[in-house]
């Protein structure tokens, strides 16, 4: 029913930004979380940082003061705002939809891949 599609990766060097995107072919549950996860090549997929309806966030401790998650309910976008970006956060980054009750409620997007190197 959520078709969800990532755009806004490339080729960035160490220290700079990138902004990420996630577009929501319809409407979204209003009590659905919407997150950001990454998947690094030989890695497990990781959670990167999530946004609750009511606006609050939460992110991972190796991306805290450098990412920044916001939503557009009007546009049913999401992004994620890469700044001071390493090489360690090369991976391909997902875009996700769930519901913390309802478990079939859970979509994913295609991935945008992020390439952090000089």
Request: include cysteine; charge should be neutral.
């Amino acid at each position: 029913q959520v078709q969800l599609v990532e755009s806004g990766g490339g080729l960035v060097q160490p220290g700079g930004s990138l902004r990420l995107s996630c577009a929501a072919s319809g409407s979204i549950l209003s009590t659905a979380v919407m997150g950001w996860y990454r998947q690094a090549p030989g890695k497990e997929r990781e959670l990167v940082a999530n946004i609750f309806s009511g606006g609050s966030t939460n992110y991972a401790d190796s991306v805290k003061g450098r990412f920044t998650i916001s939503r557009d309910n009007a546009k049913n976008t999401m992004y994620l705002q890469m700044n001071s970006l390493k090489p360690e956060d090369t991976a391909i980054y997902y875009c996700n939809v769930r519901h913390p009750v309802i478990y079939e409620y859970d979509y994913w997007g295609q991935g945008t891949q992020v390439t952090v190197s000089s």
